[in-house]
């Protein structure tokens, strides 16, 4: 198994800029979430999905964040416009159901930095 | 509501040593308990894990024991390398998971 496949891996655009970062759950898996990883913050969960549909987004930052789920095997998170202060490393996991107990999968995440 | 308090490192020790990381959890239902390692520049990646009271997980060498009277599942190795040195974030989910901040490990040759 390929595991979580995050694209790109590495990120730098200029403030104002969209961005849009990927995601590919293994196979089966279903449910989707979203990272943010900084120093100062640690990992917070952003939002996260079952079977497509969005659950929890209480942890998105601010309306210029969005993500989507179209299907089964590909998630976006976009950042628009984008600021510094967004600059982090961005991980997806994917998890085989949504109920408690369950293992979280991590991709190697995307490094994004805000000019 | 629920929370995850993990000791703050970072912690350094030397090669051999017995390695302990407390972390204590709040939490108004039953949740599974995880440990997980983050490796430089990689994703997380799980340790090990307990879903119920007085489950011990265990993997290369790591164990946990769900204390629910303690409301802990502390991280122990009684003899660390230092191909351990790594962040370690303590986790628990009931309806959705939370993380502690991670506890940096240094281990010295």
């Known amino acids: 198994d390929a595991g979580v496949i995050q694209s790109p891996r590495h990120e730098v655009t200029e403030m104002g800029q969209e961005v849009t970062l990927r995601c590919k759950p293994i196979s089966g898996h279903n449910s989707l979430f979203w990272y943010r990883q900084t120093m100062m913050r640690g990992l917070e969960l952003l939002i996260y999905f079952n079977n497509n549909v969005p659950i929890d987004d209480s942890g998105m930052p601010e309306d210029r964040f969005s993500a989507k789920m179209p299907n089964a095997s590909f998630s976006t998170l976009k950042i628009q416009p984008s600021e510094p202060r967004d600059s982090a490393v961005y991980f997806c996991a994917s998890s085989p159901r949504g109920g408690g107990g369950e293992t979280q999968y991590f991709g190697p995440g995307t490094r994004l930095l805000v000019l | 509501g629920d929370s995850v308090t993990q000791m703050e490192g970072p912690v350094t020790l030397s090669e051999e040593a017995f390695l302990t990381i407390n972390c204590t959890y709040t939490?108004?239902?039953?949740?599974?308990l995880f440990w997980y390692v983050q490796y430089p520049g990689e994703g997380l990646q799980l340790l090990l894990k307990?879903?119920?009271?007085?489950d011990k997980g265990s993997n290369k060498g790591f164990e946990a024991t769900y204390r629910k009277e303690t409301t802990s599942f502390h991280l122990e190795k009684g003899s660390v390398q230092v191909s351990d040195s790594a962040v370690y974030f303590c986790a628990s989910r009931d309806d959705k998971i939370i993380f502690g901040k991670g506890t940096r490990l240094h281990i010295l040759p």
């Open positions: 307990a879903t119920k009271a007085d």
């Open positions: 939490a108004t239902g039953y949740p599974s």
